[in-house]
């Protein structure tokens, strides 16, 4: 177990990760895993029409990048019991293919929960772009494992 207990998070504590680019494969794999097919990120034709001129990724596909890469720190690797809510999440500025996501989280509360063996973190999180643009932001609240007696 390398991630840290819930005694070991402190508010205020901020972590980074490292970033991932997001691919044209990423969007339709994501797609395919969720049917979600809209044009706006499958049809370039269609897409040059809009706003955007171009495909956007999923935002959920955002979101779930940047969970990746929080897990990714190793700061919850075995620690983590379970992600209780995501809340207040607002979905900024699209990311398109050939960006790079990155996060960056920063406890905000805690809250111990010794009657189960862990407490609650809530952490505010921003997904940014390569040009540290934040595209996506919110709150999680995080279920982690209290250090062993």
Same mark, same amino acid.
């Given at each position: 177990m390398t991630g840290l207990y819930f005694e070991e998070f402190s508010v205020g504590q901020t972590i =980074?990760?490292?970033? &991932? +680019?997001?691919?044209?494969?990423? !969007?339709?794999?994501?797609?395919?895993?969720?049917?979600?097919?809209?044009?706006?990120?499958?049809?370039? =034709?269609?897409?040059? &029409? +809009?706003?955007?001129?171009?495909? !956007?990724a999923h935002g959920l596909l955002g979101l779930s990048i940047a969970v990746g890469l929080i897990m990714r720190t190793g700061k919850l690797e075995g620690t983590v019991l379970a992600f209780r809510e995501i809340n207040e999440w607002k979905f900024v500025k699209p990311y398109f293919i050939g960006d790079t996501v990155h996060a960056v989280l920063r406890i905000t509360e805690i809250k111990a929960l010794p009657r189960i063996g862990a407490g609650a973190l809530t952490a505010q999180v921003e997904a940014r772009n390569q040009n540290d643009e934040v595209c996506q932001r919110g709150l999680l609240n995080l279920l982690v494992l209290s250090k062993p007696s």
């Open positions: =980074e990760t490292v970033g &991932r +680019t997001l691919s044209e494969d990423a !969007i339709f794999t994501f797609a395919g895993l969720t049917g979600d097919y809209n044009q706006i990120h499958t049809d370039a =034709e269609f897409s040059r &029409r +809009t706003q955007f001129g171009q495909r !956007i």
